[in-house]
């Protein structure tokens, strides 16, 4: 089974910095995409940020500039970098990834998700 193991949440002012790590059990080589995603209280699960195989990356209009998604294949690793972190950024955030499955087709995973909470 794959594994997603996120990191990197904590509590920070307003106008801070974090970046949140997630790790896979796999290459990133056999995963097809991996995206961000955050749940805040009382709402549904939306997309953060998403990065595919070949590099694309995509945004939700929500970001403006301030998160950076990036990747290094050598550790399997994602990073989301988030700067200027506002108050409405405070959710659980959670690593997903698509995993090619061969034969069984793709395969959908989930990290546990990591709290980030920016208040002063």
């Known amino acids: 089974q794959v594994q997603l193991v996120e990191s990197g949440g904590g509590l920070v002012q307003p106008g801070g910095s974090l970046r949140l790590r997630c790790a896979a059990s796999v290459s990133i080589f056999s995963i097809r995409s991996m995206g961000w995603y955050r749940q805040a209280p009382g709402k549904q699960r939306e997309l953060v940020a998403g990065?595919?195989?070949?590099?694309?990356?995509n945004y939700a209009d929500f970001v403006k500039g301030r998160f950076t998604i990036s990747r290094d294949n050598a550790k399997n690793t994602v990073y989301l970098q988030m700067n200027s972190l506002e108050p409405e950024d405070t959710a659980v955030y959670y690593c997903n990834a698509i995993v090619e499955g061969g034969s069984m087709g793709d395969r959908d995973y989930w990290g546990q998700g990591t709290q980030v909470t920016v208040s002063s």
């Open positions: 990065i595919g195989r070949g590099g694309s990356r």
